[in-house]
Every structure is written in C-alpha cells, then in structure tokens.
C-alpha cells in the first residue's frame, strides 16, 4: 500500500482542455513535491510545496498543498502536446531526508 | 543540470551475477540516493547516504548494498541478480540539507534473464 495515492493512473486528452491530477494521503507532509518525468529520463522537478493552502503557479500549471498537508493537486489549463508525460508527486515528512513518490500518472495530450 | 551521471545507461545480465551500478556527482553533495522505479510504483527508495561511508535503508533495500567511499560517487551493488530485480535505477541527490528538493540522474535500464 503506497503512503501517497495519485489519482487517476491514465489521462487522454485533446489539446487544449483542461486536466487536474490528485495526490492524497491519510499522512501529514513537511512539503510535497511534483516532478514530470519523460520516456528515458529522469523525474525533473516542477515545483515544491510547503505550506498548508499554498497555491503555486507555474505558466498553465497550478498547484494546491490541502490545508492540512495531506493531499496535493496539479491543475493543467489549456493543455499542450508538449505536457505529455509521467506527472509525480513525492512527499516528504520530517527532517526531509527521504522522499515518498506516488504511482504516477500518466498524461497523454493528443494534437 | 545538476552535474549527475549514472553508468552503465543500460544492462542485460543473467541470473545469480553480480552487477554494479555507478552513481557519479561533480558537485560534493552530502546526500544521495537510489531508486528504482517500476510501472505503477513510482520510485522507490532503495538506499541512501548522508555522507562517506554514512548509509541508510530505504523501504526496498533487500538484494541490495551500497558504498560511498568518496563524495562524488555512490555505488549500487546486487550481490546475486534475480529477475525481480529487472527495473529503472535512478540516483538523485539533495543540494542543500533541511530542504527537499532531489534531482535525478538519467537512470540505469537494468534486465535481469
């Protein structure tokens, strides 16, 4: 059983809608971390999260921490082919020394 | 770029060999860390070190040891492959202690017959 749940694992879409990706837990996290990981490579950082509320925009990408640090989401406005990949969200809890990961789910957006 | 290289890049062994994949950083980070990753997993942490010869377990460590007799390399060693063992290793490292942030090198594609 994974400490971190993403929800859903697959997501089609069409260019240009809108797609959100869960991260929930029953644990409380320090800060909450999402990467996007493309075939062949490694997990690149997109953006932490650390308090409880905190809202973070990155261009079309909005990010939530829940209030009471538990759960996470990444909001996706107007999606591009380009944001096709492996979305992560990794947790970590205190003294931060070691980061818990999600299943991951997987984004396809079609042209 | 966060200056980490990951060798070999990909591997085919058999079955009961022992194999050695090599983490290198040029940047003197005090922590470092293996994953591996498998399809609906995500990454799991395998082992990680805080410094030379300073190692700790991480949720999957069964199969597995690790060394870190300099800071800019952290070696992982499966003492007798076995199939189970087929993944996607990943090393990363944390830059700055009291934050959390890792960043990931390009991963090891390792097959075990």
């Known amino acids: 059983t994974q400490l971190l749940e993403q929800s859903p694992q697959f997501l089609s879409i069409q260019e240009g809608e809108n797609l959100t990706v869960y991260c929930n837990s029953s644990?409380?996290?320090?800060?909450l971390q999402w990467y996007r990981q493309e075939p062949g490579e490694g997990p690149v950082l997109l953006v932490t999260v650390v308090t409880g509320g905190e809202v973070k925009k990155l261009k079309r990408l909005t990010f939530q921490f829940g209030d009471a640090r538990k759960d996470s989401s990444l909001h996706i406005t107007a999606a591009q082919p380009g944001d096709t990949g492996l979305y992560l969200c990794a947790g970590s809890q205190a003294a931060g020394n070691k980061l818990t990961f999600g299943g991951g789910t997987r984004v396809l957006v079609k042209p | 770029d966060a200056g980490i290289t990951q060798s070999p890049r990909h591997k085919v062994t058999e079955t009961g060999t022992p194999v050695t994949l090599r983490c290198h950083q040029t940047?003197?980070?005090?922590?470092m860390y293996w994953y591996r990753q498998d399809p609906g997993h995500g990454l799991r942490l395998i082992h990680y070190?805080?410094?030379?010869?300073?190692?700790d377990k991480g949720e999957v460590s069964d199969g597995y040891s690790v060394s870190r007799s300099k800071t800019e390399d952290f070696l992982l060693t499966l003492e007798s492959a076995t199939s189970s063992q087929t993944s996607v290793y990943f090393c990363?490292?944390?830059?700055?202690?009291?934050?959390?942030?890792?960043?990931f090198g390009p991963g090891t594609r390792l097959t075990v017959l």
């Open positions: 070190s805080y410094g030379v010869k300073d190692t």
């Open positions: 644990s409380v996290f320090s800060s």
């Open positions: 990363a490292i944390r830059p700055i202690a009291g934050q959390y942030t890792q960043y």
């Open positions: 940047e003197n980070h005090r922590y």
